[in-house]
């Protein structure tokens, strides 16, 4: 663009002061700058929510979370994606129990790793032990690289 970049150490305060220059043409007429601008519009293809908002209405979810603000915030995103009928378990063994007195009940299950009683992995394999086929997916605060290693 014919211009130039650089820095210099800051004087008055710590760090540097960076700078650049750059030639630009003068636009004439407004209309090519937002014609040039349309040009650029990113088009949002919005029917993949559609189509989740659709069949995520009338599924029936299993939230297992011990958090009282993670229980909120799953279940508004679980709202604004669609979901209407989400019940709460607040630990493993609640998870369990809610699941095997009526195995037909879900649709599908999130479950907490951790929680109290029984975590989310011992909830699961009693869930599997009990011939109970409904999809589980597994939630976790603990996705840093330390976590996982330790």
Do not use: C
């Not at 349309?38 to 069949?55: G, Y």
Request: net charge positive; no cysteine; proline share 5%.
């Amino acid at each position: 663009m014919g211009g130039q970049i650089g820095f210099h150490p800051n004087t008055d305060m710590h760090g540097s002061v960076f700078w650049f220059t750059a030639r630009l043409k003068k636009v004439n007429h407004i209309t090519a700058l937002t014609d040039n601008l349309e040009a650029l519009t990113i088009p949002v293809n919005t029917a993949p929510f559609e189509k989740m908002r659709l069949t995520a209405s009338n599924k029936k979810l299993l939230l297992a979370e011990d958090n009282p603000i993670n229980q909120k915030v799953m279940k508004k995103m679980l709202t604004g994606l669609g979901f209407k009928n989400i019940d709460l378990a607040i630990n493993g063994e609640e998870a369990v129990h809610r699941t095997t007195k009526n195995p037909q009940l879900y649709d599908l299950i999130l479950m907490d790793i951790n929680m109290p009683i029984i975590d989310g992995v011992g909830a699961t394999k009693l869930i599997r032990e009990a011939g109970i086929q409904t999809p589980i997916v597994a939630m976790t605060a603990n996705a840093l690289k330390g976590h996982a290693e330790s």
